[in-house]
């Protein structure tokens, strides 16, 4: 994965630094960074009692408290690293499924309500940065963020994946949209797996000619109201192998699948290129331009040396 600022930095998280790094960072920026963050906490009716004031050696060395919407593999991966440095952080989800991982930083569950209710969060919670990792096609948390950061004046950054791209033997007729995709399946009856998760599968309810096989998180609320079709409860990453051997099952000829990017799902892509299954490929939601890293490991960077 290519790093935000270029390849072969050596990242060493805060916890490893050593005192001479430690002077290298830039006194005039921190103690900047430093006033604002002692601002926040003033303001604050009560300073949060997780947020890290460190002093090492006379310098006030960090002072981050972090929130990361979370919801994907890229978010946990960062959570994990945040936890070896000295930031604090919180990591966010939506509580859209059953079970959520475990994290080795504090962790909160639920809609903030919309952008004045993330904006409030963040100055309650004393918040200083905020990552967007949430995934690529969660456009209205991800535009939240935005507004939000901008009104509370905190800096936001995004935790996302490349999109894949389609190599040879990959048979992908590429879609806009969730509707463009199922306009698509208005043909004859297909053997179809929709790998689309669990919020958007009325919108292929016009196309029940089908057998759809459904590959979900959790099992639906209310059963899908496809005449013929299977759910498959499991959770990514998954192999090529078993995505094969899925497919073969149950006989499917035709994938609908985001663009999601990452390697969790692409098990998919690789079965379907191998067992020549055609795909429509939905495309990624446009989401306005942010600063935005390919690893969790720039993000730590990013933190420990702003700019
Ligand atoms: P969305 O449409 O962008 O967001 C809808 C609302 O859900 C947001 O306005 C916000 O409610 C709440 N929300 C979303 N993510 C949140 C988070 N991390 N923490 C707290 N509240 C959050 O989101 P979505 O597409 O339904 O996805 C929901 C979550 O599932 C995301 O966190 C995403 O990372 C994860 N996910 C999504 C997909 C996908 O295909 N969309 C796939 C895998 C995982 P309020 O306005 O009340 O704050």
Redesign the pocket.
Known sequence: MPLENGEGHSIRLASQLGSIDKCRLGPIIYWAEVMCCLAICASLSKPPPSMPIMINQGLLFMLRNLLI????TE?SSLAYLISKTEFNATI??????GRVRQQPIQK????????D??SSYIISEGITHLVD????????????AILACQKTGIPLVALTRPKWEKQEGDKWCLVPDIDAASAALDQSPKRVMLA??R?QLARFYKNLQHFYLLRLVDEPKATPLFPNHVIEISRGPFTTRKDKLLLTKHRINLIVA?N?GGNATYSKVEAARQLGIEIIMIDRPKIPDRRTFYSPEAVVHWLSFPG
Not at 92 to 97: H, K, L, N, P, W
């Open positions: 919407l979370g919801g994907t978010a966010s989800y939506a509580g859209r499924v909160r569950i639920g809609g903030f309500g919309g952008v209710g993330l990792a949430t995934h690529p096609f969660a456009t209205q948390i991800s535009h939240n689309i998760g919020m985001k999601a």
